[in-house]
């Protein structure tokens, strides 16, 4: 029992509320979230630490102990993505003061920021999977709002075609929630890894799997569900895009993580082959989007597919060192994605266009805004010594091992296209000729550029010092190898 | 008991399907609704439909209902009516604003606004 545990969806909470009284001011908003993103780092670290000496801490609410009641259980996984939920908020936060504008500031943007990272925190901290649906919908009412905040036609339009979908896969995972329980009679996640593994998954059990993989496919966009991606990520102002390619897919993604190393691994030749033939050709589609359009925002939103790919490989594949690839790659997507998103809107703001044949020559009058692009273009693409790079490879060494050979080739042409996809943005972007005269004075566009550099230079160290943050992650990836050191701190046995 | 829910979830099912299927935007809001509903059915259903007492205990009730599917359905119908209700409202705005309620209006590339 330890309330440290609930922190980091309370503190939002506990702001978002405060923020409704002041939505009128707007500077006071701004320092009161400024504050609270500070003081939530603050708590993710000191729960990350606190996860590395103690071990999976778990909050029973209401002191109802598992499997009965609800139960909060951060494991190293699950704090480690909090604290970088933290990082990037902070990040896209500072970044909203100089670009989001004041008419949608006093329209609570900002509480509705607070309560999208209630909605995440939530999800990655719960240990039953019905609150894993509760936090799901507190995210997704924010990400409605965020979406439509504003009004203008295609974000109208294509706000209605995200909130349709959406409700059709809550309904799924209702559904699938029903079935479950009927077949084991329990929604906490780890009394039901341990009923699975008493009835070694029959096959209904495998049918659930693939239920919830539709799911969280659905949330994460993997390859036949992912259509309706581009065109939602498309819509809003760039802030809440970064907030969203950054973290609304990834708890999609983490979802995935914990049913099937948790619950479904017993029938791994069914569900895992399953899940990486889906993996590959979810890498396949997003490199086929990302080389194919001109359009800035468009190459960025296809990478979230790639990367959505090589992690989902990564799982599919099941041993310790491609699931400690796929969890350095998923914190590394999540830090890069969002800086890619705000250097890319700098871009878009600039030229006042974001088809890059109307850009150009920008590395003359903004060289800072160029070299950070840079940096962030080849620590996407996974050149070492960046923090793209140790993932894959440990993706690849896992793939290797298990023999998956083309899955390996998939990945490794992937990151060569990815490295041309951005490129092509620097290329047309920063190098040639400028194609007007731009107005936005250096002054403005490094205001703006602070919080990508924050998140560029974190990323960086983050690669740079993968080797000091291995423990972490190893200790992350053996809980989920060994479901039993799970089950052991959420059941108390 | 059973059997009746089951054609019965099958029947909302089918009428969501048929609904969401269509062009206009109210008729995919209402096939969501009823999506909603067959599936919170189906969570009661699959709970057990035992016909016992309420369960707090007493001594002369020996047969509980089991109240977790409730506590379930409970949650998962607040959350189904507030995100059809911000449905509505956004179809309503997307009508004043687009002029259509035609789904197939509503395509095309994200450039043409």
Known sequence: MNNLTFMPVLWPLFTGILLIFFVKKIKLQRGISLFSSLFGIVISLYLVFSVHTQGILTLGVGSWDAPFGIVIVADMLSSLLVLTTNIIGLAILIYSFY???????????????????IGV?????????????????????????????????????????????????????VIMVAYLYSVLGTLNMADISKRIAEVNQPGIISVIAIGFLIVFGLKGAIFPLFQWL????????IPVIALFGALLTKVGIYSIFRTYTLMFYHDQDFTHTFLAILAILTIIIGVIGAIAYWDVKKI???NIIIAVGVIIFGISIMNGQALSGSIIYIIHDMLIKAALFLLVGIMIKISGSDDLRDMGGLIKQYPALAWTFFIAAISLAGIPPFSGFAGKLLILQGAAEKGAYFGMAVVLISSLMVLYSVMKIFMNGFWGTPKADYALSNNTVNKMLVPAVLLVIISVLFGVGTESIYPFITQAADTLMNPDIYIKAVLKE | MELLMAIVIGILFMCATYLMLSKSILRIIIGTGLLSHGAHLLILTMGGLKGGSVPLLSDDVTTYVDPLPQALILTAIVISFGVTSFLLVLAYRTYQELGTDDMEEMRGTEANE
């Open chain 1, 121 to 173: 925190n939530g999800a990655f901290l719960t240990g039953d999977l019905f609150n894993l649906f509760v936090f799901f919908e507190v995210m997704l009412m924010a990400s409605y709002v965020l979406l439509v905040l504003g009004g203008t036609k295609v974000q109208l339009r294509e706000s209605l075609k995200y909130i349709i979908v959406n409700v059709l896969s809550s309904s799924f995972f």
């Open chain 1, 230 to 237: 581009p065109g939602s990520y498309y819509a809003p102002p």
């Open chain 1, 300 to 302: 960025i939103i296809y």
């Open chain 1, 99 to 117: 670009s989001i504008g004041e008419e949608r500031e006093r329209h609570y943007y900002y509480p509705v920021f607070q309560f999208l990272l």
